[in-house]
């Protein structure tokens, strides 16, 4: 049985950074590729972030890109996100989901966590 479990979410003010992990089991990160994404009240799922195992590459959403970092410890089945100079935008739950295809869909992810609740005031 796969499980992924986000923390890391939280209250903090425009400017700051959060760093949120997902703990991975029932999955082996070879050949996988790992994704973050958001959603915002009364907005769709968007893609965040993704990073493929194997090949080490990875993907930001252009909204996001010089300030989010997505990493890993496949030792501890780990998957994280690094958050700077946070905005007022990037306010929603953040899920991590696990999937065979490096990707920015969200349907061509088969396993997500539960989300984590990230508010960021002005």
């Known amino acids: 049985q796969v499980q992924l479990v986000e923390s890391g979410g939280g209250l903090v003010q425009a400017g700051s950074s959060l760093r949120l992990s997902c703990a991975a089991s029932?999955?082996?990160?070879?050949?996988?590729?790992m994704g973050w994404f958001r959603q915002a009240p009364g907005n769709e799922r968007e893609f965040v972030a993704a990073?493929?195992?194997?090949?080490?590459?990875?993907y930001y959403a252009d909204s996001v890109k010089g300030r989010f970092t997505i990493s890993s410890n496949n030792a501890k089945n780990t998957l994280y996100l690094q958050m700077n100079s946070l905005t007022p935008a990037g306010t929603a739950v953040y899920y991590c989901?696990?999937?065979?295809?490096?990707?920015?869909?969200?349907?061509?992810?088969?396993?997500w966590g539960q989300g984590t609740q990230d508010t960021v005031s002005s």
């Open positions: 029932g999955i082996t990160f070879a050949g996988a590729a």
């Open positions: 989901a696990a999937g065979d295809i490096f990707a920015t869909a969200p349907g061509l992810y088969q396993y």
């Open positions: 990073i493929n195992y194997d090949s080490r590459s990875t």
